[in-house]
């Protein structure tokens, strides 16, 4: 397993921008599937996105589709998830995973970090 660690969340405006990075220790981060969670209270986990270790295939949730984008640079190690054109609905605790498997499940990713908020104001 890796230790995750979430950050760049807080306040923005409906319509703004806002970058999320994780960064991973350990050297095997190359290794893993990367993916961002988000959750509100009540309710499940929802999968925003997913990136493959070596980066050259991602795959992102139809609500975020287009307005956000997943990257990582394995030489440096954060990844990112870029986030453009949010919408209140965005409004979450957004939560970077790791796994050896992928998919779109919360169950398969077996590392997580602590969560960072993000908040989109109409």
């Known amino acids: 397993q890796v230790q995750l660690v979430e950050s760049g969340g807080g306040l923005v405006q409906a319509g703004g921008s806002l970058r999320l990075s994780c960064t991973a220790s350990?050297?095997?981060?190359?290794?893993?599937?990367m993916a961002w969670f988000r959750q509100t209270p009540g309710k499940e986990r929802e999968f925003v996105a997913r990136i493959s270790p070596s980066g050259a295939s991602t795959y992102h949730a139809d609500s975020v589709k287009g307005r956000f984008t997943i990257s990582r640079d394995n030489a440096k190690n954060p990844e990112y998830l870029q986030m453009n054109s949010v919408k209140p609905e965005d409004t979450a605790v957004y939560y970077c995973a790791a796994g050896r498997y992928g998919g779109s499940s919360w169950s398969t990713y077996g590392s997580w970090g602590q969560g960072t908020q993000v908040t989109v104001s109409s």
């Open positions: 350990g050297r095997t981060f190359s290794t893993y599937t």
